[in-house]
């Protein structure tokens, strides 16, 4: 197979994005982000659907434009299929399956929580991919998983959430404290000046590989209003300590884990994936746990850690190679297994 140039689209939530790979080279990765969402505490989903249909046609031209090609320069286009909120995805499955069908070339369906985990195979100098086997571990807003990767498209979940994902968990007790939507990077840069040994949250016990987050929630929310009683300037006065405590427990949390993951397995490769792989302290624990030889850390280029179209493309690559094209394409789907497609 020759080089091919692939279109990618994502649009699974609240961002709108496009990016023009070649083979599995960025040459471009648009995003449009709605903003619209800070006044509501969360995701609207006809609000998010609505702007979708308003940015993806200058997205994607700009991807484009950003890659100096025409729509006629392109040998397929890759989009995702879900999961995300179907009015969302049902934007960039319509636009796609249209574009591809007047452009007469292959439309490839993409697995969202796939492409957070094959993110690491884009070519780019500053991140290196995972050697096959390895553990990926995704988490983002929507989802929190280990996953085994056998190879590009044999993956096998081995541990998920039972309830909140982490990224929920962030955005939830960062409402709690004030924050404005999405809380996780103010708690991240709050967390730098504060004390993570000041407050002590229980950790969840939740057996084999799975995670729990909505005990933590509840904790936080009991001690913070057990303090408001004795002190209605609590949160105020010790914002900082409270946002470090509350990701101390979080990263202990989820590399407890891990390394209860990479003994079960004996796979010692570890790559991150989604938006909260974003976390510093996230990356700072992992980068830790690789110094004292526990494990190999594989951490995505920021550019990659959040929802965006590159991993949509790269995907779209890899499944050329191996002949995965959609010859009857469903559209979208808001529920959707790791292993589906």
């Known amino acids: 197979m020759g080089d091919k140039i692939i279109l990618g689209i994502e649009s699974s939530c609240d961002d709108t994005s496009a990016a023009v790979f070649k083979n599995n080279i960025n040459l471009s990765n648009v995003i449009a982000s709605q903003k619209v969402h800070q006044a509501y505490g969360g995701v609207v989903p006809e609000l998010a659907s609505r702007a979708h249909q308003q940015n993806i046609v200058p997205v994607v031209h700009q991807a484009l434009k950003e890659a100096r090609l025409q729509l006629n320069d392109l040998d397929a286009i890759a989009y995702t299929k879900g999961p995300g909120l179907l009015g969302s995805l049902l934007v960039g499955a319509s636009f796609a399956k249209s574009l591809a069908y007047a452009l007469n070339i292959p439309l490839i369906e993409v697995n969202h929580m796939q492409a957070h985990i094959l993110a690491h195979f884009i070519d780019d100098e500053i991140q290196k991919a995972p050697d096959f086997p390895f553990l990926g571990v995704t988490i983002s807003g929507g989802h929190t998983q280990i996953v085994k990767v056998k190879h590009y ?58 995670f729990s987050f909505s005990g933590l929630k509840t904790a936080v929310l009991y001690f913070l209003q057990r303090e408001h009683q004795k002190n209605s300037a609590f949160i105020q006065e010790n914002l900082n300590d409270i946002c470090a405590s509350f990701q101390y427990t979080v990263v202990q949390i989820l590399m407890d884990k891990i390394f209860k993951a990479v003994k079960q397995t004996g796979i010692k490769n570890v790559a991150i994936g989604g938006g909260v792989s974003a976390n510093s302290a996230i990356r700072k624990a992992l980068l830790q746990a690789e110094e004292k030889g526990k494990i190999r850390a594989f951490i995505p280029k920021f550019e990659y850690c959040t929802d965006n179209a590159g991993m949509i493309a790269v995907v779209g690559y890899y499944s050329l190679l191996q002949n995965r094209k959609a010859n009857t394409p469903t559209g979208a789907k808001a529920r959707l297994h790791l292993n589906q497609l």
Do not use: W
């Open 153 to 210: 498209f044999d993956m096998e979940v081995i541990g998920e959430t039972l309830d909140d994902a982490i990224g929920e968990a962030y955005d939830k007790c960062g409402k709690m404290l004030g924050l404005d939507y999405p809380a996780g990077p103010q708690i991240d840069q709050l967390a730098r000046l504060g004390n993570p040994h000041q407050f002590q949250f229980s950790k969840p016990k939740v057996s084999d590989l799975n």
